[in-house]
């Protein structure tokens, strides 16, 4: 088989933080012998996770085994999940903003035994839901663990504590329609419905000034894809958290100033 070198569009820093967890996770374990440096393997994670290269592949590149490359490419994705920043601390953050967008997103799956619950009928293919939340410039804050693609928008929100942190935090959250009935500080547009069969110009202006405020949160749905992986997960979904969290970690490294 022909391999070739190619590149990973990430940060040094990104990388050396990486490494530096998995030499710590090294130490930990004492191991005396591994077919890859820290360094090595956390360029491995990296350009599985950014660019979507598969298992197959970067065994071949980096000259292991299938399943070695595998099991390397599992411990640093639950490395960095372990170290991404949870509801609790993404709150404390939001809190400080002016204001922030909620969005879902459905990342596709291979079709599995049990598909039933993986597939969404608002999209018309499996997958599992992940929601994003965003700042007013559309910087990714904080993506929540996976649930089935069958779950509804709202329902996920509520399964993942994201609608009762956000009211209990009383920040002013811009969402789409799917949302409706979450309450609290949870802003969504107007709907037509049985009793309201036409929207007025007001609140037709209102959906506007909304719609394009939402908008805005499109940026970290695609900043979260932007990582090739989630193109289409060729795993077991019951991984999808784990990667997702991974990312999430990932993306704070890489955009903070001052990672220490």
Sequence with gaps: MLSYPSAVALSSRTLNHLADLVRAERTRRRGRWWRLDADRQ????????????????????????????????REAIDLLAA???????AIRHIGRLAYAILDGTLI??????????????????????????????????????ALPGAAH?????RTNGLIEALNRAN??????????????????PFKRHRHRPRLSRRQKTVNRHH???????ERAVATLKGWKVLTKLRCCPRRATAIVQAILALHHVQTSRNPG
């Design 211 to 217: 719609a394009k405020i939402r908008a805005v949160g």
């Design 153 to 157: 928008d709202l329902t996920a929100a």
């Design 42 to 73: 956390a360029l491995l994670a990296l350009a599985h996770l950014r660019n979507g290269d598969t298992i197959a592949r970067l065994a071949c590149g980096f000259a292991i085994s299938v399943t070695t490359a595998w099991r390397y490419v």
């Design 83 to 89: 170290h991404a920043q949870d509801l609790n601390a």
């Design 108 to 145: 596709p799956i291979d079709r599995i035994a049990d598909q039933r619950p993986y597939y969404s009928g608002k999209h018309k293919r499996h997958g599992v839901n992940v929601q994003v939340i965003a700042d007013c410039a559309g910087r990714l804050i904080w993506a929540s663990p």
């Design 171 to 188: 920040v002013m959250t811009f969402a789409d329609k799917a949302y409706q009935g979450a309450g609290g500080s949870i802003r969504t």
